[in-house]
T-cell receptor
Framework: AAGVIQSPRHLIKEKRETATLKCYPIPRHDTVYWYQQGPGQDPQFLISFYEKMQSDKGSIPDRFSAQQFSDYHSELNMSSLELGDSALYFC??????????FGPGTRLTVL | KQEVTQIPAALSVPEGENLVLNCSFTDSAIYNLQWFRQDPGKGLTSLLLIQSSQREQTSGRLNASLDKSSGRSTLYIAASQPGDSATYLCAVRGQGGSEKLVFGKGTKLTVNP
């Protein structure tokens, strides 16, 4: 069965640089979610989109923005990167806002 | 604010044992509850989803129960195997249109051969 696809899987950036993470949801899923998991921490909700509209917002820094496109893929844009942004970033998708299926994650390292 | 607690934080058992992982949440107004498995540095694999109206769900050797009124869920693993070694996370989704899952800090399970 198709799963959530995230790219890139690993990303290394310098402080103050910009990063773009991409997420391709499971086909026919209409909702995309972004989570951040710091080292040794539980995942924290950032933002979600339902049918291409922002549907909920968590503790997402103002330096981050996200959108969902017409083909339902989503991108998380992160600017002015800080050391504390180093984390695993997960995308999840669901159908009818039900069970959330997670992708493999993008490991972002900020040097 | 919803808070999710998982006890114990770590558990080590010999192969073949049946075991129970506990999850508690402070706000009983939940939409659903999911149990996940996470291997080190990897993604989250959804194990079981329990809707707020359900009492339990089963998948193979896994059984999850939900007592919404008392704010508790348990994950029962039968006949544990070394391949079950992972961190198990409980997450709840609130009612009222909230999309987010609120996670516990997980139980790290080690099954020894």
């Amino acid at each position: 069965a198709a799963g959530v696809i995230q790219s890139p899987r690993h990303l290394i950036k310098e402080k103050r640089e910009t990063a773009t993470l991409k997420c391709y949801p499971i086909p026919r899923h209409d909702t995309v979610y972004w989570y951040q998991q710091g080292p040794g921490q539980d995942p924290q909700f950032l933002i979600s989109f339902y049918e291409k509209m922002q549907s909920d917002k968590g503790s997402i820094p103002d330096r981050f923005s996200a959108q969902q496109f017409s083909d339902y893929h989503s991108e998380l844009n992160m600017s002015s990167l800080e050391l504390g942004d180093s984390a695993l970033y997960f995308c999840a998708s669901s159908s009818d806002r039900d069970e959330q299926f997670f992708g493999p994650g993008t490991r972002l390292t900020v040097l | 604010k919803q808070e999710v607690t998982q006890i114990p934080a770590a558990l080590s058992v010999p192969e073949g044992e049946n075991l129970v992982l506990n999850c508690s949440f402070t706000d009983s107004a939940i939409y659903n509850l999911q149990w996940f498995r996470q291997d080190p540095g990897k993604g989250l694999t959804s194990l079981l989803l329990i809707q707020s109206s359900q009492r339990e769900q089963t998948s193979g050797r896994l059984n999850a129960s939900l007592d919404k009124s008392s704010g508790r869920s348990t994950l029962y693993i039968a006949a544990s195997q070394p391949g079950d070694s992972a961190t198990y996370l409980c997450a709840v989704r609130g009612q009222g249109g909230s999309e987010k899952l609120v996670f516990g800090k997980g139980t790290k399970l080690t099954v020894n051969p």
